[in-house]
């Protein structure tokens, strides 16, 4: 073999050498990368799990600013039997309900421990005080565009009228655009969902299929083409106070004694603080008041002869007597 063709196979084979070397290269970063791939691919739920439980624990600490603390009072029905009149009747349950509405109280509780509280009447027809308080103030939360709708005509509602208005947040005019109304529901379409009157110039459609004649919360948003075209959605009444912090006015609940003041609470929690107010009760100034921390507190006014009647009159209540601690002003309170 002459010297060209020896240098040609000897530059053959320093290539083969080359490419082996290349080759083996390449595998070693190839099987580094899949391991490399694999590590990430073993690591990756680990992150996805850690990002979870962050994006969970976010999620409960912006829920629990969301749950503010809600406040009830309870009123005895027996302060309208007081009223020398229908007329005046009428003004102090508007009394009570702006009160209500000024101080942003949740929950209304009336309790009545009258004989004829069974059946809601005084005798002879009549309502009797404590269900006399409950459609008044009941009709008063409603916004005005709605009354109409909700609550037939009644003999008790005569002097409503003379009441000022109470002009609660979510009692929104005609010419003011609110991200939420109140609205009452009408013909529902099966193709398309329900109309609802929500107090403006045209009735808005919403998603849900609902039975007419039920009072509903209709999240509007900023868009204000009020034609079917644009689609509402009904929401918890709860949800405007959540999002915006808006008091979205007060629930009216009755029951016929004291301890279902106690025992029918629409809070899960139930009621963790509660307050008794009576004029036997200790004297104590604002300024000496301090309250725990609280997520659903309750203030118990009593009836013309005090709460202490309510609570004798009560069975239930008798084991119950020493958690509530009556103060001497009914506008002020006492530790439970």
């Known amino acids: 073999m002459n010297r060209v063709h020896s240098e040609a196979a000897a530059a053959a084979k320093e290539q083969r050498k080359n490419d082996k070397r290349e080759k083996r290269k390449k595998h070693k970063d190839a099987k580094e990368d899949d391991c490399g791939a694999s590590m990430a691919e073993e690591e990756a739920p680990k992150e996805k799990k850690q990002k979870q439980k962050q994006r969970k624990d976010k999620d409960e600490r912006e829920e629990k600013k969301k749950l503010k603390p809600t406040v009830s009072i309870a009123v005895a029905g027996s302060i ?28 209304v509780v009336v309790f009545d421990s009258t004989p004829a509280a069974e059946n809601g009447s005084a005798g002879d ?13 009941e009709y008063l939360e409603t916004p005005q565009y709605l009354r109409r709708r909700l609550f037939p005509m009644h003999k008790n509602l005569k002097f409503v009228g003379l009441l000022p208005p109470l002009d609660a947040p979510h009692h929104v005019r005609k010419h003011e655009w609110s991200e939420f109304r109140e609205g009452v529901t009408l013909e529902s379409d099966p193709s398309k969902g329900t109309l609802v009157d929500v107090g403006l110039s045209k009735n808005v459609l919403v998603e849900q299929k609902l039975e007419p004649g039920k009072r509903v919360t209709v999240a509007m948003g900023t868009n204000r083409d009020l034609t079917t ?15 915006m912090g808006s008091y979205w006015g007060y629930k009216v609940r009755y029951t016929s004694n004291l301890s279902g003041v106690l025992k029918n609470s629409p809070f899960k929690e139930e009621y963790d603080h509660i307050i008794g107010t009576s004029e036997h009760g200790q004297i104590v100034n604002s300024s000496e008041l301090t309250l725990p921390t609280f997520r659903h507190l309750l203030i118990a006014f009593g009836g013309l002869a005090g709460l202490e009647e309510s609570i004798e009159e009560d069975t239930n209540l008798k084991m119950m007597y020493s958690h509530l601690i009556s103060i001497h002003a009914p506008t002020k309170g006492a530790e439970q």
Do not use: Y
């Open 125 to 137: 027809g009549e309502e009797s005080g404590a269900r006399f308080l409950v459609r008044i103030l």
């Open 80 to 107: 309208i039997d007081n009223a020398q009149s229908l007329e005046l009747a009428t003004l102090l349950a508007g009394q009570i309900a702006r009160a209500a509405t000024v101080f942003r109280i949740d929950e």
């Open 229 to 243: 075209a644009c689609i509402r959605k009904v929401v918890p009444p709860s949800t405007p106070r959540e999002q």
